[in-house]
């Protein structure tokens, strides 16, 4: 099936390890981004990249990195982690940046 | 104040019955008005999106926008167990060349069979 495809779904990680979070789609859209979403909180924007080749911040990008592989994948890095980093972490892509966002099914990250 | 602002519910209400969802939002440049559904532990996926003003249908979903209050629902009609989820509006504006897209935070509705 056609859409946003993340890896992994579940993450346990001890405070100060590092991680990638992966995110492929096959739609051939132009924009994809990262969110994490926390109870009450809604969705945040964490980094997005408009196109192949640029990435910017977003709301909360602190404590991330973000890499644009190609057009299909983006991925974003934890480097050191830290416990306010437990989240369920959204990739999502679209074509046009106006409206409509697939979303993957998230990633489930607890950082003990 | 926040941009957007969305009731965290949860709505319940009995299988069958009218049920209506609402936003209100400050920045009269909002464009796009768009519905997404989440169910839980999965991602959104977007049910609507309106431009502008107006209403627009979509089986049992009828999503309206009124920019001059500030206001957008979606009316969901004879609604099913299945409807239960979460429901995160969305609305996006082109600033200075790029969009703006924010989330509310989402009502969480129980439709009980």
């Known amino acids: 099936n056609a859409g946003v495809t993340q890896t992994p779904k579940f993450q346990v990680l001890k405070t100060g390890q590092s991680m990638t979070l992966q995110c492929a789609q096959d739609?051939?859209?132009?924009?994809m981004y990262w969110y994490r979403q926390d109870p009450g909180m809604g969705l945040r924007l964490i980094y997005y990249?408009?196109?192949?080749?640029?990435?910017d911040k977003g709301e909360v990008p602190n404590g991330y990195n973000v890499s644009r592989l190609n057009k299909r994948e983006f991925s974003l890095r934890l480097e050191s982690a830290a416990p306010s980093q437990t989240s369920v972490y959204f990739c999502?892509?679209?074509?046009?940046?106006?409206?409509?966002?697939?979303f993957g099914s998230g990633t489930r990250l607890t950082v003990v | 104040q926040k941009e957007v602002e969305q009731d965290p519910g949860p709505l319940s209400v009995p299988e069958g019955a009218i049920v209506s969802l609402n936003c209100t939002y400050s920045?009269?440049?909002?464009?796009?008005f768009m519905w997404y559904r989440q169910y839980s532990r999965k991602g959104p996926e977007l049910l609507m999106y309106?431009?502008?003003?107006g209403n627009k249908e979509d089986g049992r979903f009828t999503a309206q926008v009124d920019k001059s209050s500030k206001y957008i629902s979606l009316f969901i009609r004879d609604s099913q167990p299945s409807d239960s989820a979460t429901y995160l509006c969305?609305?996006?504006?082109?600033?200075?060349?790029?969009?703006?897209?924010?989330f509310g935070t989402g009502t969480r509705l129980k439709v009980l069979a």
């Open positions: 969305a609305m996006s504006a082109r600033f200075s060349g790029t969009y703006k897209y924010i």
């Open positions: 309106t431009y502008s003003s």
């Open positions: 990249s408009a196109s192949e080749g640029t990435t």
């Open positions: 920045n009269s440049a909002f464009q796009y």
């Open positions: 739609m051939n859209h132009n924009s």
């Open positions: 999502a892509s679209t074509e046009q940046g106006e409206w409509g966002y697939t």
